[in-house]
C-alpha cells in the first residue's frame, strides 16, 4: 500500500461521509470532485475509501498521541524533560477532559469508524466483483473492529453505532461495553472468513492478522480456550517465524519480515507519507510518518565530544525507562536489553579537550558507578546515582539516560528531519506466543506457556545462553509473563493495554512507577472524554464525563 498513500490521505478528508468528524475547512477541500456517489458505486472509487479506512491507523501507531494513550502512565516509563503529556505520564490533576492528545485520537478513531460504517453499509453498491467485495468488507470489518476496540478500552462504555452519519450530529449515546465487544467478535467473525492468507499489497490485513487480534480479543474477555487455540492455528497454519535475532527486528532493511504478521506501513518516499500540508494533505499529521524515534531519545548534543547528527537522532527527550523497566533485563544471557537500549555514544565532534573522534563520549548505564571509576574516565556517565534516586523516581534533569533504540531510523535524509519511513509493527509472531502463553496459563496448561514463552526466550538469548533463559514452572505467574511482554514489546503501543487487560494497571504502577504511582487512581483505567465532544452535544444529561474527571 505505500504506493497508495497519497490516494490514502486526501480520501480520508474528501469523503462527505466525514462531515461530522473533521474541520470544517476539510469538508469543503475537495480537488478532485470525488462525491459519496462516485466513490460508493464504482470499484476504483471504492478502493479510495477503503485506503481511507487504513489511513487512520497512522494517526496512532508510530504518532506522539498514540504512544502517550498507550505506552505512558504504566509501569516502564517515566517522563523525559520533553514531555509534552505528563499529566498522561503521571496521573495528575491536570488530566481532565481538555487533554489535547485524548481529543485528538477521539477525533480520528471516530472518523475511522464512519468510514468503516460507510464501507461495510454500501459495498453491494461498489461494482466490485463478489470476490472482490467479500475481501474488502473482510477488510472493513477488521478495520472496524479495531478502531471501536481502541475506543472501548480508552473510554469505556461511549459512543456507538453501525450506521454512517452524514451531516451534523448533535446527540451522542453511552453504549455498555459488552455491546462494542459483541460488534468486534461479530466483525472478526467475518474478516477472518473473508480474508486471504497472504497479500502482495503490505499493509492490508489478511486472515492471519485478523485471527491474531481476534485472540487477543478473547485473551481481553476472559474467553482463554478460544484466545489459546486462535493463537495457536496462527502460530503453527502459516510461514511465519521469528527473526533469528531479536536485534534483527529493528534494521530499517529488514522491516518486512517473516515475523511480521501486521504492520501500519510508511512509504521509503516521505513525500508520500501523511504529513500536513495545506495542499496535499489538509487532515495531515503535524509531522507526518513515523514520528516514534524523535520521543525516546536524549539529548545528547549537549555533551562533550557530541554534535547533533543523522545517526544518533533528534532527540525530543519525551521519555525516559523506568529503573524498573531496566532492571527486568539480564543483560548478561538476554541479547534484547543490547538491541532495545542506546548505553553509548561516540564522539563526532573533537573540540572537546581529551576525546578524539571516535572515541566513547557518553555511557550512561542502569548500574551505581563508583566515583572513582567515573573520575578516571575521560567520557561523560550517568550512572543509576545521577539519573535515579533510590526508590526509581528520577533524581537529575531528565534529559540524560538510557534511551530505547528500537525505533532510531539513520537513513533519514537530514538531522532535523521528523519523519520517518520505519513501518509500526501492531502484531507480530513473538506477540502471538505470548497471547498463547498468557492463555494457557490461564486454564492451568503449565507446559504450553512455558513452552510458547521460553520459545521466544531462547530466540532472545545470547549465542551460548540459551539453557539459561529457559524459565520453569515455579517461575511462571501472570506477572512474570507481563514482565516477559515488557522484555520483548517494550515501546510497542501495547502496554497500557496489557496492564488493563490484565487487571494489573493500577497495582503495578504503585508498585513500580513511583511517579505516576503516587496519583494513579481506579478510575484511571478510562481517559476523559473530550470536552470538544461534551461541548458538541445537545443531550448532556445522557451522555455524561467518564468518573473522576470534570
Known amino acids: 500500500m505505500k504506493s497508495s498513500t497519497i490516494k490514502l490521505v486526501l480520501t480520508a478528508s474528501l469523503l462527505t461521509v466525514l462531515s461530522t468528524a473533521c474541520d470544517k475547512q476539510l469538508d469543503e477541500y475537495n480537488p478532485s470532485g470525488l462525491t459519496a456517489e462516485n466513490v460508493y458505486t464504482t470499484p476504483a472509487g471504492f478502493e479510495t475509501l477503503v485506503n481511507a479506512a487504513y489511513s487512520y491507523t497512522r494517526w ?41 492528545d485524548v481529543d ?82 461479530e466483525d472478526l467473525t467475518v474478516a477472518t472468513a473473508n480474508l486471504p492468507a497472504t ?29 489459546g487455540d486462535l493463537a495457536e492455528k496462527v502460530i503453527t497454519s502459516y510461514t511465519f517465524a521469528l527473526q533469528p535475532k531479536y536485534a534483527d ?36 499529521h503535524p509531522r507526518g510518518a513515523n514520528n516514534g524515534h524523535l520521543l525516546w531519545t536524549m539529548k545528547y548534543d549537549d555533551q562533550p565530544g557530541m554534535t547533533r547528527d543523522i545517526a544518533n537522532g533528534r532527540p525530543f527527550n519525551r521519555y525516559m525507562p523506568s529503573l524498573f523497566l531496566l532492571n527486568l533485563f539480564n543483560e548478561k544471557i538476554d ?36 566515583a572513582s571509576v567515573q573520575a578516571s574516565k575521560k567520557y561523560r556517565t550517568w550512572d543509576q546515582s545521577k539519573v535515579y534516586k533510590a526508590n526509581g523516581a528520577a533524581a537529575g534533569d531528565r534529559l540524560h539516560y538510557v534511551c530505547l533504540k528500537k525505533f532510531d531510523d539513520p537513513t533519514r535524509p537530514t538531522v532535523a528531519e521528523e519523519q520517518s519511513a520505519r513501518d509500526v509493527y501492531v502484531i507480530r509472531l513473538a506477540d502471538v506466543y505470548l497471547v498463547s502463553a498468557e492463555a494457557a496459563f490461564k486454564q492451568g496448561n503449565t507446559t504450553k506457556a512455558l513452552e ?65 504511582g503516587a496519583n494513579i487512581q481506579d478510575y484511571h483505567t478510562l481517559r476523559p472524554i473530550p470536552q470538544r465532544q461534551l461541548d458538541a452535544i445537545q443531550n448532556k444529561a445522557d451522555f455524561a464525563q467518564n468518573p473522576g474527571y470534570n
Open 335 to 370: 541479547s534484547r536489553y543490547a538491541a532495545s537500549f542506546k548505553t553509548v555514544w561516540i564522539a563526532n565532534n573533537s573540540a572537546t579537550a581529551g576525546i578524539k573522534v571516535g572515541d566513547t563520549a557518553v555511557f550512561a548505564s542502569k548500574y551505581i558507578i563508583p
Open 199 to 227: 497479500t502482495t499489497d503490505y499493509g492490508r490485513v489478511t486472515k492471519p492478522a485478523a485471527e491474531a487480534f481476534l485472540a487477543k480479543m478473547y485473551l481481553t474477555r476472559g474467553q482463554n480456550k478460544e484466545a
Open 452 to 516: 510458547r514463552i521460553n520459545q521466544v526466550r531462547q530466540r532472545a538469548a545470547i549465542p551460548g545462553k540459551e539453557k539459561d533463559m529457559l524459565i520453569t514452572a515455579s517461575d511462571l505467574s501472570l506477572d512474570f509473563i507481563l514482565d516477559e511482554r515488557a522484555r520483548e514489546l517494550a515501546g510497542e503501543q501495547l502496554r497500557w493495554f496489557d496492564l488493563k487487560r490484565t487487571n494489573k494497571l493500577v497495582e503495578r504502577v504503585r508498585k513500580y512507577n513511583p511517579e505516576a
Open 104 to 185: 485528538t485520537e477521539w477525533g480520528r478513531l471516530y472518523a475511522a469508524v464512519n468510514v468503516c460504517n460507510a464501507g461495510i453499509k454500501r459495498i453491494g453498491q461498489s461494482g466490485m466483483s463478489d470476490a472482490q467485495q467479500k475481501i474488502r468488507e473482510g477488510e472493513l470489518r477488521f478495520l472496524r473492529a479495531f478502531y471501536y476496540w481502541h475506543i472501548v478500552e480508552t473510554w469505556g462504555g461511549v459512543h456507538f453505532t453501525t450506521e454512517p452519519t452524514e451531516g451534523v450530529q448533535t446527540t451522542a449515546n453511552k453504549t455498555p461495553i459488552e455491546t462494542f465487544y459483541k460488534q468486534i467478535f
Open 60 to 100: 496512532w501507531y508510530g504518532k506522539e498521541d498514540g504512544y502517550a494513550l498507550s505506552e505512558l502512565g504504566t509501569d516502564l516509563w517515566l517522563r523525559g524533560a520533553g514531555d509534552v503529556y505528563p499529566e498522561l505520564t503521571d496521573y495528575t490533576s491536570n488530566l481532565q477532559s481538555n487533554q489535547k
Open 249 to 284: 527486528l529493528w534494521s530499517m532493511t529488514n522491516l518486512e519480515n517473516k515475523e511480521i504478521v501486521w504492520a501500519v506501513n510508511y512509504s521509503k518516499d516521505l513525500n508520500l507519507n501523511d504529513r500536513v500540508d495545506a495542499t496535499l494533505y489538509p487532515d495531515g
